[in-house]
């Protein structure tokens, strides 16, 4: 998917191209935590409250819950970096059948429904059923690699969305690990996965002035799954981009297996629609080939995309994503597919559903019915051996 020249944008943009502001010194450290909403029981109609500064949900009494496993104390193993192999598949390794979901239901604005129950959920691994053993509805610490695309040809624009993801960086808590890493050709690791958030913002200050005009996307997204693959418990990618790939080593087909293999959402922000409305013929082939791209490559990691039109839409996406990453639903199952069929990649599902296994209706506190959508990623690869 080649990305269309737009050299004209740093002609018209030539003075948004500023180095970024230091920000870590006014930046309080750490964050107020309010407390978990109300829980409910099976077969109830699930109250929505309002999701002003809600947290996620807790755990409910006498329930088994198996949160992520990841130690806050323990940072996450260091990798040499690899290099890509274009004819390597990413699968889903692990010396049990036990497959780890994790489900996030959002309403309509885009906000988290925390108030469910293992009850509620109904998975299913190519049309059966399946039995969740494992349930964890708790908030845990976060580990984020901030991808950013360090191009010429669109850093105007890419510079503003960066400058916004000081918001992202600001919100994460002490717990949290973040990790910065720009890519034009290759990715570069900027700061490798830290607690401290001033380093983090350090480390995008050195992006001032790109050299290159190349943005080899799916080299960059396939090398940053790799790393985090052995990193359990909450985690996503968080790219910066335009959605446009020059020549990576990798085809879009082999990025879409490794998204679909892979148990790292991917939350794209694309500045896509800001180059549209600016560029002449900018809903163009390329415009929704690249659109459509990182849609399904966030659908299948079980991420989600992000379009924005307007700089000022940018804050609370970041806050979004932050929210949604922190209040997902971890689901756990033992497969009862067929164990011969080795490699083969399974179709996933999820519903909701009530105590009498009806669907799902969610109201808010008004009493209004509240249309709801689940993120999750659709699919696993069984492991081959």
């Known amino acids: 998917m080649q990305r269309p020249r737009a050299g004209w944008i740093i002609t018209v ?38 999701h002003k500064g809600q947290q996620g949900p807790g755990q409910q009494p006498g329930e088994s819950v198996t949160p992520p496993a990841q130690n806050p104390e323990t940072p996450p193993p260091q990798h040499k970096p690899q290099k890509i192999n274009p004819k390597q598949i990413y699968t889903l390794s692990t010396q049990t059948n036990l497959v780890n979901l994790n489900v996030l239901v959002e309403d309509s ?36 690699a901030l991808l950013v695309e360090f191009s010429n040809e669109y850093w105007p624009l890419l510079y503003q969305a960066l400058e916004e993801a000081y918001t992202f960086v600001g919100i994460m808590r002490p717990g949290d690990w973040v990790a910065a890493v720009s890519f034009d050709m290759r990715p570069h690791i900027l ?7 001033q380093e983090v913002e350090g480390a995008l200050n050195e992006l001032q002035f790109p050299t290159f005009s190349e943005d080899n996307l799916y080299d960059a997204l396939a090398y940053l799954i790799n790393r985090m693959s052995s990193i ?17 080593k990798l085809n879009y087909d082999q990025m879409l297996k490794i998204a679909k293999a892979s148990t790292t959402p991917i939350y794209p922000v694309s500045i896509l629609e800001w180059l549209a409305v600016r560029m002449p013929g900018g809903y163009n082939i390329d415009y929704w080939q690249a659109r459509n791209g990182l849609d399904y490559i966030a659908k299948y990691s079980g991420g989600e995309a992000y379009f ?7 804050p609370s ?3 979004q994503i932050a929210a949604q990453l922190r209040t997902e639903y ?5 497969p009862t597919a067929d164990p011969p069929m080795k490699g083969k990649y399974h179709k996933l599902k999820v519903e909701l559903v009530d105590g009498q296994g009806n669907p799902l209706r969610i109201v808010n506190q008004k009493g209004k019915q509240v249309k709801y959508k689940l993120v999750y990623r659709e699919g696993y690869y069984g492991p081959k051996g």
């Open 317 to 319: 996406i970041y806050h």
């Open 232 to 248: 359990k418990g909450r985690k996503a990618i968080v790219a910066i981009c335009s959605g446009f790939d020059t020549f990576s």
């Open 109 to 144: 604005s885009g906000d988290p429904i925390t108030n469910l129950q293992r009850a509620n959920f109904r998975v299913y691994d190519d049309g059966v059923q399946q039995d969740i053993t494992n349930f964890g509805s708790i908030q845990a610490p976060l580990t984020v």
């Open 191 to 197: 700061t490798d996965f830290t607690q401290n958030r």
């Open 13 to 50: 943009l030539v003075g948004v191209a500023l180095p970024i502001a230091w920000r870590g010194a006014a930046r309080a450290y750490g964050g107020q935590q309010s407390s978990p909403g109300p829980t409910q029981q099976p077969g109830e109609t699930v109250i929505v409250p309002n």
């Open 330 to 334: 971890s689901l756990g199952f033992n």
């Open 308 to 314: 924005p039109r307007f700089e000022g839409e940018l």
